[in-house]
């Protein structure tokens, strides 16, 4: 059966501390894995990684994939209280649909 | 964790008919609930926002006479594909966010096939 395994689920953290996310997957026919950041609000696409070893950056976050060992980070450098969300990883197969994760819980207290 | 349920999983459908895909919020009220569409290689992107008891807010590009939206009641909210032609084939996702505002929780997805 396809999973999705996030670590940590809730995480608690200062403004000024770096995060980093886990992700990790089993998938049959994996296409690609996402990372959306979940507020009040519609969900919000951050990364799209298809391919190893490829970093990602957009401003203070980063990404990345190991499709060897089957995971994926996701670092948010010099958090800030804005950061504070659910973040959810979901990975893509071909011919099924998402498979989601449960989510990271962050907190970043000022 | 709150239960999102989004139906039918895959549908395949002859071109010109209409598909209504469902997502239902199972153990929350969803007040707001979001509807996104998937393009190849692509990421999910917000076709439309559905507040219960008032009409959807489309984004930019997404035909409001082509998707229609209904979120008649706290727990459902209806995406119809109308007169369907192969290139709406795609994958369809909702989100439901609950009252008070919390997150919002993802439904399975809905993979469309228009033949």
């Known amino acids: 059966e396809d999973k999705v395994v996030q670590s940590p689920l809730s995480l608690v953290v200062h403004e000024g501390d770096t995060v980093t996310l886990n992700c990790s997957y089993e998938v049959t026919n994996f296409r690609s894995l996402l990372w959306y950041k979940q507020e009040k609000k519609a969900p919000t696409f951050l990364f799209m990684l298809t391919s190893s070893g490829i970093e990602k950056k957009s401003g203070r976050l980063s990404s990345i994939l190991d499709k060897k060992e089957l995971f994926s980070i996701l670092n948010i450098t010099a958090t800030q209280t804005g950061d504070s969300a659910v973040y959810l990883c979901?990975?893509?197969?071909?011919?099924?649909?998402?498979?989601f994760g449960p989510g990271t819980r962050l907190s970043v207290l000022p | 964790g709150a239960v999102v349920s989004q139906h039918p999983s895959r549908v395949i459908c002859k071109s010109g008919t209409s598909v209504k895909i469902e997502c239902r919020s199972l153990?929350?009220?969803?007040?707001?609930m979001f509807w996104y569409r998937q393009f190849p290689k692509q990421s999910l992107m917000l076709m439309a926002t559905s507040n219960e008891g008032s009409k959807a807010t489309y984004e930019q590009g997404v035909e409001k006479d082509k998707f229609l939206i209904n979120h008649a009641s706290l727990t459902l909210s209806t995406l119809t594909v109308t007169s369907a032609h192969p290139e709406d084939s795609s994958f369809y996702i909702c989100?439901?966010?609950?009252?008070?505002?919390?997150?919002?929780?993802f439904g399975q997805g809905t993979r469309l096939t228009v033949v």
């Open positions: 979901a990975v893509d197969g071909y011919g099924q649909n998402f498979v």
């Open positions: 989100s439901a966010l609950g009252h008070p505002n919390t997150e919002a929780f």
């Open positions: 153990d929350f009220q969803a007040t707001t």
